[in-house]
């Protein structure tokens, strides 16, 4: 082990680094997979939610055009709201949540065109 002092915005660290050499390291376990980020697909961008909640007010629906920017929805999270933001531009093609819905994280909330 190698120990090593590292700064970080002003914050000293010491950290300890353990050197390999020569094996290969056997592959770790597979962790549990994230929730994949929304990203462009042939049917739909999917608009998911970031956290577990409560759904307060959903603001578009199906058909409607949209900016990005707009806030799609008010999700509650521990006392707090959270806007959920319109990505890009486009159309809403469906909403999939409804207000005073409790969502999990990666709930699909709706889906842009």
């Given at each position: 082990?190698?120990k090593?002092?590292?700064t970080?915005?002003?914050?000293?660290y010491?950290?300890?680094l353990?050197?390999?050499t020569?094996?290969?390291p056997a592959?770790?376990?597979?962790?549990?997979?994230?929730?994949?980020?929304?990203?462009?697909?042939?049917?739909?961008e999917?608009?998911?939610?970031?956290?577990?909640?409560?759904?307060?007010?959903?603001n578009?629906?199906?058909?409607?055009?949209?900016?990005?920017?707009?806030?799609?929805?008010?999700l509650?999270?521990?006392?707090?709201?959270?806007?959920i933001m319109?990505?890009?531009?486009?159309?809403?093609?469906?909403?999939q949540?409804?207000?005073?819905a409790?969502?999990?994280?990666?709930?699909?909330?709706?889906?842009?065109?």
């Amino acid at each position: 082990m190698k120990k090593y002092r590292v700064t970080v915005n002003g914050t000293v660290y010491e950290v300890e680094l353990e050197e390999i050499t020569g094996a290969v390291p056997a592959a770790p376990a597979a962790a549990p997979a994230a929730p994949a980020p929304a990203a462009p697909a042939g049917d739909g961008e999917k608009i998911t939610s970031p956290m577990p909640g409560t759904i307060l007010s959903v603001n578009v629906a199906p058909g409607q055009s949209v900016r990005k920017g707009d806030v799609l929805m008010v999700l509650e999270a521990m006392k707090m709201e959270n806007e959920i933001m319109c990505p890009r531009d486009g159309v809403v093609s469906s909403v999939q949540a409804a207000k005073g819905a409790a969502v999990e994280s990666g709930t699909l909330l709706c889906v842009l065109q």
